[in-house]
């Protein structure tokens, strides 16, 4: 895959433009850039922050940041590719962080005001 960097490690466990908000944001599911290692929340958050890092940088592969999944996805041709090279690790998010999260955050109507 072009533009894949397998030796960049995650940004942190979370969504970078989350949690450098004020007030903080949160997150129904994680990303991962995989050029440059940023996390950020998929399209159906609030935020919309993977993609909005793909449009502003180029970057466009990012896999799944999730437990249990392998994905990827390649914003500018719109394909998902089921495997793809090994990331630096972590691969996922922390099993101990919930989804939708962080759940300190969760307004009570969050499914609401997720993006469909």
């Given at each position: 895959?072009?533009?894949?960097?397998?030796?960049?490690?995650?940004?942190?466990?979370?969504?970078?433009?989350?949690?450098?908000?004020?007030?903080?944001?949160?997150?129904?599911?994680?990303?991962?850039?995989?050029?440059?290692?940023?996390?950020?929340?998929?399209?159906?958050?609030?935020?919309?922050?993977?993609?909005?890092?793909?449009?502003?940088?180029?970057?466009?592969?990012?896999?799944?940041?999730?437990?249990?999944?392998e994905?990827?996805?390649?914003?500018q041709?719109?394909?998902?590719?089921?495997?793809?090279?090994?990331?630096?690790?972590?691969?996922?998010?922390?099993?101990?962080q919930?989804?939708?999260?962080?759940?300190?955050?969760?307004?009570?109507?969050?499914?609401?005001?997720?993006?469909?």
């Amino acid at each position: 895959m072009q533009g894949v960097d397998p030796s960049v490690p995650p940004s942190g466990p979370g969504c970078a433009d989350c949690d450098a908000a004020d007030p903080q944001g949160w997150w129904f599911h994680l990303r991962r850039c995989a050029a440059c290692g940023h996390i950020g929340c998929c399209d159906s958050s609030p935020g919309q922050h993977a993609s909005a890092h793909a449009a502003a940088t180029g970057h466009r592969i990012v896999r799944s940041f999730e437990p249990g999944e392998e994905w990827f996805w390649d914003y500018q041709e719109e394909t998902m590719y089921e495997s793809g090279p090994a990331l630096a690790a972590p691969e996922h998010r922390p099993l101990t962080q919930s989804a939708p999260g962080p759940a300190e955050r969760l307004p009570e109507d969050w499914p609401q005001r997720l993006h469909r």
